[in-house]
Structures are given as structure tokens and as C-alpha cells.
């Protein structure tokens, strides 16, 4: 991985993109938690309504692969805004929440189940 594509090389680069605008007023920790949402529906309206099958057949049509990696990225962006505006190391975050889950979820418990680790079973 170039060392520019590291969460916090992105970080810095959607900031500066942001700052060269002048956007920072908007970027409230509201708006930025709304904006998420937004963009994370986009992303499940381009599933809506489709098998499986459908969706396999499309991700391999780059038209429709790259809408799905546009809305990707703008949930990205957008979540590194939010993690800015509140503070949050979102590589901590991520290694703090694995080791949580690793707790919650055991492999000797959840291999293989998608039941919730308070659902009885």
C-alpha cells in the first residue's frame, strides 16, 4: 500500500479538499452524520429490488460497478468529515471495536452463525 492511501493520508486529503472550498461551516457533526446516511442509501438503492443473481451479474458491468465504488467512496469521505468534526481516530476506533467483537463473537460460539451474540440458539 502507498503510504498516500493510508486512512489518515485520506484524511488529510478530503480536509484539504474541503478547506479549498470553505465548506468547513457545513460540515457540522449533524449534517456530516446526515450526509452519511444519504449517501449510504444511495449506495443500498442501487441494490433495491434485485436478486442475488442480479447484483452479481451487475457488479461485473462497469458502468454499474463504478456507480457502486463512487458510492463507496463518497461514504468514505464522508465518514472521515465525521470522524474530524468529532475527534475520532477512525484507525483506533476500528482496532478498539475488532477487539470488542473478538469478545462478543468468538469463533467457538459464531463460526458459521449469523445469529446476534445475544440471540439465543
Do not use: C
Amino acid at each position: 500500500m502507498d503510504e498516500h492511501d493510508t486512512l489518515a493520508a485520506l484524511k488529510r486529503r478530503v480536509i484539504a479538499f474541503r478547506e479549498e472550498r470553505n465548506w468547513r461551516p457545513f460540515h457540522t457533526p449533524k449534517n456530516l452524520a446526515m450526509a452519511l446516511a444519504i449517501e449510504a442509501g444511495e449506495l443500498q438503492e442501487l441494490f433495491l429490488w434485485k436478486s442475488e443473481e442480479e447484483i452479481l451479474t451487475l457488479l461485473s458491468n462497469d458502468v454499474f460497478a463504478t456507480r457502486v465504488q463512487e458510492e463507496m467512496a463518497d461514504i468514505l469521505i464522508f465518514l472521515l468529515y465525521l470522524a474530524e468534526a468529532a475527534g475520532v481516530d477512525l484507525s483506533e476506533a476500528v482496532k478498539a471495536k475488532i477487539s470488542k467483537n473478538q469478545e462478543k463473537y468468538p469463533v467457538t460460539t459464531s463460526f458459521g452463525s449469523s445469529k446476534k451474540y445475544n440471540e439465543p440458539e
